[in-house]
Protein backbone atom coordinates (compact mmCIF):
# COMPACT_ATOMS: atom_id res chain seq x y z
CA UNK A 1 0.00 0.00 0.00
CA UNK A 2 1.60 3.22 -1.25
CA UNK A 3 0.47 6.68 0.02
CA UNK A 4 -2.03 7.25 -2.54
CA UNK A 5 -3.50 4.06 -1.00
CA UNK A 6 -3.93 5.34 1.98
CA UNK A 7 -5.19 8.60 0.84
CA UNK A 8 -7.62 7.06 -0.80
CA UNK A 9 -8.99 4.26 2.05
CA UNK A 10 -8.61 7.98 4.67
CA UNK A 11 -11.20 9.25 2.20
CA UNK A 12 -13.32 6.45 1.62
CA UNK A 13 -13.66 5.82 5.52
CA UNK A 14 -15.21 9.11 5.72
CA UNK A 15 -17.48 9.02 2.69
CA UNK A 16 -17.55 5.42 0.87
CA UNK A 17 -20.04 7.30 -1.99
CA UNK A 18 -17.10 9.73 -2.60
CA UNK A 19 -17.18 9.61 -6.57
CA UNK A 20 -13.47 8.56 -7.97
CA UNK A 21 -13.80 12.65 -9.80
CA UNK A 22 -13.03 13.85 -6.62
CA UNK A 23 -10.86 11.43 -5.04
CA UNK A 24 -8.71 12.34 -7.95
CA UNK A 25 -8.70 15.99 -6.94
CA UNK A 26 -7.80 15.02 -3.22
CA UNK A 27 -4.75 12.68 -3.92
CA UNK A 28 -3.80 14.11 -7.00
CA UNK A 29 -4.14 11.06 -9.28
CA UNK A 30 -6.48 10.76 -12.30
CA UNK A 31 -10.14 9.51 -12.01
CA UNK A 32 -9.23 6.40 -13.96
CA UNK A 33 -6.42 6.08 -11.44
CA UNK A 34 -8.52 6.30 -9.02
CA UNK A 35 -11.12 3.86 -10.19
CA UNK A 36 -8.24 0.97 -10.72
CA UNK A 37 -7.14 1.30 -7.50
CA UNK A 38 -10.52 0.89 -5.74
CA UNK A 39 -10.93 -1.70 -7.95
CA UNK A 40 -8.01 -3.64 -6.76
CA UNK A 41 -8.65 -2.68 -3.07
CA UNK A 42 -11.83 -3.85 -3.46
CA UNK A 43 -10.61 -7.43 -5.06
CA UNK A 44 -7.80 -7.70 -2.49
CA UNK A 45 -10.28 -7.86 -0.03
CA UNK A 46 -9.14 -4.82 2.31
CA UNK A 47 -12.44 -3.14 1.61
CA UNK A 48 -14.95 -5.77 2.86
CA UNK A 49 -17.65 -3.88 2.66
CA UNK A 50 -18.75 -0.19 1.93
CA UNK A 51 -21.79 0.49 4.40
CA UNK A 52 -24.15 3.45 5.79
CA UNK A 53 -24.28 3.89 9.44
CA UNK A 54 -27.84 4.75 10.50
CA UNK A 55 -29.44 6.70 13.54
CA UNK A 56 -30.94 4.04 16.01
CA UNK A 57 -33.18 6.15 17.17
CA UNK A 58 -34.64 7.08 13.77
CA UNK A 59 -34.78 3.61 13.31
CA UNK A 60 -37.03 2.84 16.25
CA UNK A 61 -34.62 1.08 17.85
CA UNK A 62 -32.89 3.81 20.18
CA UNK A 63 -31.74 0.95 22.73
CA UNK A 64 -28.01 0.49 22.54
CA UNK A 65 -26.43 -2.37 24.28
CA UNK A 66 -23.20 -3.67 24.94
CA UNK A 67 -24.06 -7.21 26.65
CA UNK A 68 -20.79 -9.65 27.61
CA UNK A 69 -21.52 -13.22 27.41
CA UNK A 70 -19.89 -16.13 28.55
CA UNK A 71 -20.00 -19.97 27.60
CA UNK A 72 -20.41 -22.68 29.99
CA UNK A 73 -18.57 -24.82 27.36
CA UNK A 74 -15.81 -23.77 24.80
CA UNK A 75 -15.52 -26.49 22.44
CA UNK A 76 -15.35 -25.64 18.92
CA UNK A 77 -18.69 -26.71 18.12
CA UNK A 78 -20.15 -24.72 20.91
CA UNK A 79 -18.42 -21.59 19.57
CA UNK A 80 -19.53 -22.00 16.13
CA UNK A 81 -23.26 -22.77 17.18
CA UNK A 82 -23.61 -19.55 19.54
CA UNK A 83 -21.75 -17.34 16.94
CA UNK A 84 -23.72 -18.87 14.00
CA UNK A 85 -27.15 -17.81 16.50
CA UNK A 86 -25.54 -13.89 16.93
CA UNK A 87 -24.84 -13.69 13.23
CA UNK A 88 -28.56 -14.50 12.36
CA UNK A 89 -30.01 -12.80 14.65
CA UNK A 90 -30.77 -9.03 13.11
CA UNK A 91 -30.53 -7.00 16.09
CA UNK A 92 -27.14 -7.72 16.92
CA UNK A 93 -24.40 -5.41 15.20
CA UNK A 94 -22.04 -6.58 16.21
CA UNK A 95 -20.46 -9.44 17.93
CA UNK A 96 -16.65 -10.11 18.70
CA UNK A 97 -14.96 -13.42 20.45
CA UNK A 98 -12.66 -11.99 22.88
CA UNK A 99 -10.42 -13.53 25.80
CA UNK A 100 -10.72 -12.49 28.88
CA UNK A 101 -13.78 -12.01 31.78
CA UNK A 102 -16.36 -12.84 29.20
CA UNK A 103 -16.17 -15.10 25.54
CA UNK A 104 -18.12 -12.60 23.56
CA UNK A 105 -18.87 -9.00 23.43
CA UNK A 106 -22.19 -8.29 22.07
CA UNK A 107 -23.12 -4.39 20.23
CA UNK A 108 -26.81 -5.08 19.63
CA UNK A 109 -30.06 -2.54 19.11
CA UNK A 110 -34.07 -2.85 20.45
CA UNK A 111 -36.96 -1.11 20.87
CA UNK A 112 -37.27 -1.16 24.55
CA UNK A 113 -36.22 -2.80 27.13
CA UNK A 114 -39.23 -5.43 26.55
CA UNK A 115 -37.66 -6.12 23.11
CA UNK A 116 -34.59 -6.42 25.00
CA UNK A 117 -35.71 -9.39 27.29
CA UNK A 118 -37.38 -10.91 24.87
CA UNK A 119 -34.19 -11.34 22.97
CA UNK A 120 -32.34 -12.99 26.30
CA UNK A 121 -34.87 -15.18 26.08
CA UNK A 122 -34.51 -16.39 22.74
CA UNK A 123 -30.55 -16.13 22.86
CA UNK A 124 -29.69 -16.70 26.07
CA UNK A 125 -32.21 -17.98 28.74
CA UNK A 126 -33.13 -21.01 25.98
CA UNK A 127 -29.44 -21.32 25.42
CA UNK A 128 -28.40 -23.83 27.65
CA UNK A 129 -24.51 -23.29 26.87
CA UNK A 130 -25.32 -19.55 27.85
CA UNK A 131 -23.44 -19.38 31.60
CA UNK A 132 -24.10 -15.91 32.28
CA UNK A 133 -24.40 -12.33 30.38
CA UNK A 134 -23.71 -8.95 31.82
CA UNK A 135 -25.66 -5.53 30.16
CA UNK A 136 -24.68 -2.02 29.98
CA UNK A 137 -27.18 0.35 28.11
CA UNK A 138 -25.60 3.09 26.19
CA UNK A 139 -26.32 6.39 27.55
CA UNK A 140 -24.89 8.41 24.25
CA UNK A 141 -23.56 7.31 21.17
CA UNK A 142 -19.88 9.62 21.24
CA UNK A 143 -19.10 7.62 18.02
CA UNK A 144 -20.13 5.36 16.02
CA UNK A 145 -18.00 3.96 13.13
CA UNK A 146 -15.19 1.53 11.74
CA UNK A 147 -12.92 3.62 10.59
CA UNK A 148 -9.26 2.41 11.27
CA UNK A 149 -5.94 4.69 11.12
CA UNK A 150 -4.17 4.27 7.69
CA UNK A 151 -0.70 4.79 7.24
CA UNK A 152 1.66 3.90 3.92
CA UNK A 153 3.98 0.97 4.03
CA UNK A 154 6.99 1.70 3.59
Known amino acids: MDKFDAQILTELQRNARITAEALSETVGLSPDACRK ?3 RLRASGVI ?9 AKMGRGLL ?3 EVSLHQERK ?3 DRFKLRMQD ?5 QCYYVTGAADFVLILSAR ?3 DYEAFT ?3 FFDEENVQRFKTSAVMDRVKAGFA ?3 TPEG
Not at 89 to 93: C, D, G, N, R, S
Open 37 to 39: RLA
Open 48 to 56: EAEVAILDP
Open 65 to 67: LIV
Open 77 to 79: ADL
Open 89 to 93: APEVM
Open 112 to 114: DMA
Open 121 to 123: RRH
Open 148 to 150: LPI
